[in-house]
């Protein structure tokens, strides 16, 4: 992990902290095959990189992260080609849906109308980065 002071380290335990973590990565761009889900250990892996908004307006970088889900019962896509593991996606939110207290599911959206649906026992989550940021050439933007 990054010694970087800039670096984000979060821990999502409740609804509210999920929020935040969905907030700082809003806009990562990561491949289809750098997702992974692990059934005997029940855990959901992402490599992303963030675009780091914390920055500012002016600041143009992003830095590799890594989001780990834990207590993950099960995995669901849709419109997410599996077999194209060198396909781009954008990570638009992070949503809870409850369910059985202190389960239910965690929904990714991406850009496009792709997204991932984590059934889960609890909200067990973190996104740490892992790298060195980066310049990046844009910063990213949203139709109105």
Same mark, same amino acid.
């Given at each position: 992990?990054? %010694?970087?002071?800039?670096?984000?380290?979060?821990?999502?335990?409740?609804?509210?902290?999920?929020? @935040?973590?969905?907030?700082?990565?809003?806009?990562?761009?990561?491949?289809?095959?750098?997702?992974?889900?692990?059934?005997?250990?029940?855990? #959901? %892996?992402?490599?992303?990189?963030?675009?780091?908004?914390?920055?500012? @307006?002016?600041?143009?970088?992003?830095?590799?992260?890594?989001?780990?889900?834990?207590?993950? *019962?099960?995995?669901? %896509?849709?419109? *997410?080609?599996?077999?194209?593991?060198?396909?781009?996606?954008?990570? #638009?939110?992070?949503?809870?849906?409850?369910?059985?207290?202190?389960?239910?599911?965690?929904? #990714?959206?991406?850009?496009?109308?792709?997204?991932?649906?984590?059934?889960?026992?609890?909200?067990?989550?973190?996104?740490?980065?892992?790298?060195?940021?980066?310049?990046?050439?844009?910063?990213?933007?949203?139709?109105?």
């Amino acid at each position: 992990m990054s %010694t970087d002071q800039g670096s984000l380290r979060l821990l999502a335990e409740d609804a509210e902290d999920l929020a @935040v973590i969905s907030a700082a990565l809003q806009d990562a761009v990561g491949l289809v095959g750098d997702m992974a889900f692990d059934a005997k250990t029940q855990r #959901l %892996t992402l490599g992303l990189n963030r675009f780091r908004w914390e920055n500012g @307006v002016r600041a143009k970088e992003r830095v590799r992260t890594g989001l780990q889900f834990g207590s993950v *019962l099960s995995v669901q %896509t849709k419109n *997410l080609r599996r077999d194209a593991k060198a396909a781009v996606v954008e990570l #638009l939110a992070v949503q809870f849906e409850p369910g059985e207290a202190p389960g239910g599911v965690v929904h #990714l959206v991406f850009a496009g109308g792709g997204d991932l649906r984590a059934q889960v026992e609890c909200i067990d989550v973190i996104a740490a980065d892992l790298s060195a940021p980066w310049p990046t050439p844009r910063r990213p933007g949203h139709k109105a």
